[in-house]
């Protein structure tokens, strides 16, 4: 016990010596944490994700390109998406399934994207990025959804991961093989794109 007491000044004395100066008492400096952007937002984060095709495309795919926005207001709002795509055949009426997968990574085209993100380990199409099925009209795809279970940030954040739309109309786990489950049997990947943070639409 006398021993704490004797080393306490000597640590006093190292906090003075350290900070360059040597007044009467120890000075607290109270350093503020850093801001989050979401303050400067309206409480509320921004993601982007500028979707092309796939380099290697076949020529029987349509060259989709265009923009899923999202928005979520801090910390526990509903994740908001919006898909805006085109280039599509105005003719074309195939649904196409597009899911948010697990990597950010276009180095190979989109099968880098990984797999569909799956952090909680559950079946297609539970998936917290499984948006589903969309069927063009007059060449676009616009849509607006909510993915209650995805989030912009914390350690399940969907922020540096992709977009990723398929050639085929999602199964959503109802198909007979074991791939309805894991990915719903949309067949090739034709264009993606990876999630980045963003400022509000119009700044
Ligand atoms: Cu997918
Ligand atoms: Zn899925």
Not at 82 to 109: F, M, T, V
Not at 171 to 193: F, P, Q
């Amino acid at each position: 016990f006398t021993k704490i007491i004797l080393q306490l000044p000597l640590m006093l004395l190292a906090l003075h010596i350290q900070s360059g100066e040597l007044s009467d008492s120890p000075v607290l400096e109270i350093v503020e944490a850093p801001k989050p952007e979401v303050v400067e937002f309206n409480n509320t984060i921004y993601g982007t994700c500028e979707v092309t095709p796939v380099p290697n495309l076949p020529a029987s795919q349509p060259q989709i390109s265009g923009q899923v926005l999202f928005r979520q207001v801090f910390p526990n709002g509903t994740l908001e998406v919006k898909l805006n795509l085109r280039g599509l055949p105005a003719d074309d009426r195939q649904a196409r399934a597009i899911h948010i997968h697990q990597y950010g990574d276009l180095s190979q085209g989109c099968v880098t994207a990984g797999h569909h993100y799956n952090p909680w380990e559950v079946d297609h199409p539970d998936h917290l990025g499984d948006l589903g099925n969309f069927v063009p009209e007059q060449g676009v795809i616009r849509q607006f959804q909510k993915l209650p279970e995805a989030k912009l940030f914390g350690g399940h954040s969907v922020l540096g991961r992709a977009v990723v739309v398929h050639e085929k109309e999602d199964d959503l786990g109802m198909g007979s093989d074991e791939e309805s489950k894991r990915s719903g049997n949309t067949g090739e990947r034709i264009a993606c794109c990876v999630i980045g943070i963003t400022t509000p639409p119009g700044d």
